[in-house]
């Protein structure tokens, strides 16, 4: 990311080049019988300048696949197969998957960083804000001043909206809102051209919530970094997502522009979903919410795993699994879902 790139909006975001391509990427939650599979297959492409929302209800993969792109996930979890490409601005795609524990290093932060579901309350708090915006840039760029840091430390604090007079401020003294920025800050502290964003907002209130996201979405345009934001609310992901990626039992079943999921969703569960949030703008849903639970790794259903839970639920849904795929003219939309999938024509 850098502060004098052309604006993301230049081109627009659905034709911009990729940043991250995850392809094919399964991840398991041990190994051998006891094994979960907890991701299937996931493709997804994190376009250059965009903010792509990832939805799914409680379990069904997405920090999963937040650790496993940035190399984060511990054991038990394991990548058991796919591919994970990081597009710099210059030169050769790189394989991340294949990146060295010190290739790592450097490729978190600087080029990817991630603000983790709760991460208000990970600030140090024996620590002012000063040092711990300081500690993040003298780790990773040793050779700049105390003064150059500082003064680093005080651009990021008013990029967020927090007055610069906070920066001698504890933890303790700031409010939840306040300690969430300061956590984003962090996050944008080496420029990096991926930011994601696990649930950054869940313990917030809804205002305050809108208040940081759009705070994010505008620094997103400023600065030309990209953004993958995780929740299980996909109301808010309508209002300030480009492109949405919707999740269900460790694959994703739905993918397309934000109005496009809004206006017309075309899996079944994308529906149930919308249907679960109230809307924050835009004409009324009925909120009739999804019956049922979300299935369980270690008794999948066979076919599609929405299937028991579908209200469209017809002859291949439990005995085949949908694949992701182009519906349509739309070539910005895929559905895993035999309701849109002509190969039902074909089958027996
Ligand atoms: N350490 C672990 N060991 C075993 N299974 C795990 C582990 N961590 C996660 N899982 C399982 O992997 C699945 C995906 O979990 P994940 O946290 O990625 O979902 P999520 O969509 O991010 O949910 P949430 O919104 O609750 O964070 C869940 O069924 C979860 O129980």
Not at 90 to 102: K, S
Not at 275 to 304: K, N, V, W, Y
Not at 326 to 343: K, Y
Request: hydrophobic share 40%; charged share 25%.
């Amino acid at each position: 990311m850098s502060t004098s790139a052309t604006p993301a909006v230049a081109t627009p975001v659905t034709t911009a080049p990729p940043v991250l391509e995850i392809g094919s990427l399964s991840v398991d939650y041990g190994v051998g019988e006891g094994a979960v599979r907890a991701l299937h297959d996931v493709d997804l492409t994190l376009r250059r300048g965009e903010v792509l929302g990832l939805a799914g209800e409680s379990g069904s993969g997405k920090s999963t696949l937040a650790y496993a792109v940035t190399r984060l996930l511990s054991p038990p979890g394991v990548i058991t197969g796919g591919d994970v490409r990081y597009h710099p601005r210059e030169g050769e795609p790189v394989d991340v998957l294949a990146m060295t524990p010190r290739e790592l290093r450097a490729f978190r932060w600087q080029e990817i960083s991630i603000v983790f579901q709760g991460a208000m309350n990970s600030l140090n708090p024996v620590h002012t804000v000063r040092t711990q915006l300081t500690d993040v840039i003298a780790a990773h760029r040793p050779q700049t001043s105390r003064a150059e840091r500082v003064e680093r430390a005080r651009e990021l604090l008013s990029l967020v909206g927090i007055s610069v007079d906070r920066l001698g401020a504890y933890p303790h003294q700031l409010s939840g809102g306040m300690r969430q920025r300061v956590m984003i800050a962090m996050a944008l502290a080496l420029e990096p051209e991926i930011v994601i964003m696990d649930e950054p907002t869940t313990a917030l209130d809804v205002v305050m919530q809108r208040q940081i996201l759009r705070q994010l979405v505008r620094l997103r345009e400023e600065l030309d970094f990209s953004v993958v934001f995780i929740t299980h609310d996909i109301s808010l992901l309508i209002e300030f997502s480009d492109r949405i990626a919707i999740m269900y039992g460790g694959r994703i079943v739905e993918q397309a522009g934000a109005s496009e999921i809004y206006r017309d969703p075309r899996h079944p569960y994308s529906d149930g979903l919308l249907h679960s949030f109230p809307a924050l703008r835009g004409p009324r849903r009925e909120l009739t919410g999804i019956p049922g639970s979300p299935p369980d790794l270690r008794a999948m259903p066979p076919g599609c795993a929405f299937h028991p839970r579908c209200p469209k639920a017809f002859d291949p849904c439990d005995r085949q699994v949908p694949r992701l795929a182009p519906v349509g003219a739309d070539t910005d939309r895929s559905v895993a879902c035999w309701l849109t999938d002509d190969r039902r024509s074909g089958e027996a």
